[in-house]
């Protein structure tokens, strides 16, 4: 029979770790790791046929793509993929942060859709489905953290010198700032470990007597503060 076990320590654990894996999915797809120094497109055609400046913007640069201003453009920042390949990212380093925040964000995806169904199943092959997921979150961290700071050793590269100035070097952003996905992927492994840690009072909370009293009593649907 399957019992419905619902306390504030599961859903709260259920919710931080959808809210892990959404925020590293976001920031890993986001163009705002970099914001370039303010620059101005090239001289534009004005509404009398003269040419002016275009207005100054700040372009920004992702792990594999960026947004930034072209010459003539009526339709403001266009933004992009610049790597179609992943060979065509930046540099090596930034390959290999796209490798392990890819296999972190993939394993929180998997926990995030298991938390969904901890309210059924708190086991699996006899084993602490919270353990389990704690266990990969806890992996996802490591692999998040690896990318993390392999990403800074490529600020070297030709296409962030491009954006920071030829000042950039590893970890030294140059004329650059750090964008809020950088920092969205930095609260995101914190998060992450939060979560792994959190994942044991989860399954306590689940296997409480309390609970087993009220599964004894024939309950199906446990809900406990």
């Not at 919710?15 to 999915?25: N, R």
């Not at 303010?38 to 960026?66: C, K, M, S, W």
């Not at 000042?167 to 995101?188: E, I, K, Q, V």
């Amino acid at each position: 029979m399957c019992h419905v076990i619902v306390t504030c320590r599961s859903m709260l654990w259920t919710l931080l770790s959808i809210v892990a894996a959404f925020g590293e999915l976001i920031a890993f797809m986001s163009t705002d790791w970099l914001v370039g120094y303010p620059r101005t497109p090239d001289a534009v055609f004005g509404p009398h046929g003269a040419t002016a400046a275009g207005e100054a913007y700040r372009p920004t640069l992702g792990i594999y793509g960026r947004c930034i201003k072209l010459p003539h453009m009526q339709r403001g920042i266009l933004c992009g993929p610049y790597a179609v390949h992943f060979g065509e990212i930046a540099s090596g380093f930034w390959q290999a942060t796209s490798i392990f925040l890819a296999a972190g964000i993939l394993l929180l995806c998997a926990v995030a859709f298991i938390s969904v169904f901890t309210m059924c199943f708190q086991s699996i092959m006899k084993k602490s489905i919270f353990n389990v997921c704690g266990l990969l979150q806890g992996i996802a961290g490591l692999f998040l953290i690896l990318g993390l700071m392999l990403y800074p050793a490529g600020w070297g590269s030709d296409k962030v010198q491009l954006y920071c100035g030829p000042d950039s070097a590893p970890y030294r952003t140059g004329l650059c700032s750090m964008g809020w996905a950088f920092y969205t992927a930095m609260g995101g492994t914190l998060l992450t470990f939060i979560c792994a840690v959190f994942s044991a009072q989860a399954e306590i909370a689940t296997s409480s007597d309390k609970v087993q009293e009220e599964i004894e009593e024939g309950k199906s649907l446990i809900c406990l503060l």
